[in-house]
């Protein structure tokens, strides 16, 4: 228990274990190591084992309202059962809650890990009372350094663009929402911009098309000035339906006039091709990473946050045109 750091055994008698092991050359054993792992996730200690969920949103259980959190949260679920931990959404948007109250419950449940599923406030800052747990989130809204998964928006959006070349698309441009645009750091366009020098050189790119929802009016001035043969397009799934119906209002066919490839939450039903988020393994993924932190007594906020990135799938519809021979 010295050795892993923990909490239990005094800092005098860390100390002295500490010099003695460094006298007689002591390195742990991995194989040893891994196995008392098993052993302490295999107890049948349902408090014990306890992993809690934290919600920043107005809602106890965001995912209820939200496919993309639900995915995420089924994802953790999922893998939390499966290394024999349970999961217990706590609101700290509770009313009466204070982080005094939060961190007794945490004690009193015996819970050392949080799995945050992020904020709907972008510049969030997780609460420095409870820097003495382990803690992961998802998404960059949280802006605490905190180990974290997130999806891979930059080689998301580079793929999509290798893709469209392979299918003999010259002319691609990007339409990305400001939503993704803060809630990706920028990544989409960094990928753009930096594809389009790497593929066509530095001339090759036109200006980025920003918009909050689906304007009509900037979306076709675009389109007229820039004349892209295909686009990537970063926004919101709930969009889509709109962006499908200024097409056709406009007489724009897809894929016929214009290939469209889409980043976002969902894909899949919208008919569009594109890249759609694994939200499952980015749930499992925290999961994986604050079991590890917990095991290795890795607790309070890191002085070198770990950060994971989850690639997108793609899904085939029909927004794109067959492969130019």
């Not at 803690?135 to 605490?144: E, F, R």
């Not at 675009?222 to 209002?249: C, E, N, T, Y």
């Not at 890249?275 to 993924?285: D, K, R, S, V, Y």
Request: glycine share 6%; charged share 25%.
């Amino acid at each position: 228990m010295a050795l892993r750091n923990s909490p239990k055994i005094s800092r005098a008698t860390k100390e002295r274990v500490l010099r003695v092991a460094a006298r007689l050359g002591y390195k742990p054993n991995a194989k040893i190591t891994e196995l008392m792992s098993r052993m302490r996730l295999s107890r049948n200690a349902h408090d014990e084992i306890c992993l809690a969920v934290v919600s920043f949103y107005e809602d106890e259980r965001p995912w209820r309202k939200s496919l993309h959190l639900a995915r995420i949260y089924e994802g953790m679920t999922q893998r939390a059962e499966a290394l024999g931990y349970r999961l217990e959404p706590l609101w700290l948007r509770a009313p009466g809650m204070t982080h005094s109250r939060f961190r007794s419950i945490l004690d009193a449940r015996g819970i050392q890990g949080m799995l945050c599923l992020g904020s709907p406030d972008i510049d969030e800052e997780f609460p420095t009372e409870f820097d003495h747990y382990a803690i992961v989130t998802q998404g960059l809204s949280i802006k605490t350094p905190l180990h974290r998964v997130l999806p891979h928006s930059y080689n998301d959006t580079w793929y999509a663009l290798e893709r469209l070349k392979a299918l003999g698309y010259r002319r691609p441009g990007l339409a990305v929402g400001f939503y993704e645009e803060i809630r990706t750091a920028h990544a989409n366009v960094s990928a753009y911009l930096g594809w389009c020098d790497h593929a066509y050189g530095s001339s090759a790119h036109m200006p980025v098309l920003k918009l909050d929802r689906m304007e009509e009016k900037p979306l076709l001035h675009w389109l007229k000035r820039q004349r892209p043969d295909a686009m990537v397009l970063a926004h919101l799934p709930d969009v889509l339906p709109l962006f499908s119906a200024i097409m056709r209002g406009h007489g724009i066919r897809v894929p016929e006039d214009l290939g469209v490839a889409v980043l976002s939450q969902t894909v899949e039903g919208s008919g569009f091709s594109g890249l759609q988020t694994n939200q499952w393994l980015i749930g499992a993924w925290a999961v994986e990473l604050l079991v590890a932190r917990i095991t290795n007594l890795d607790l309070g906020i890191p002085n070198n946050p770990r950060i994971e990135m989850v690639e997108s799938i793609w899904i085939d519809g029909k927004s794109l045109r067959p492969k130019q021979n």
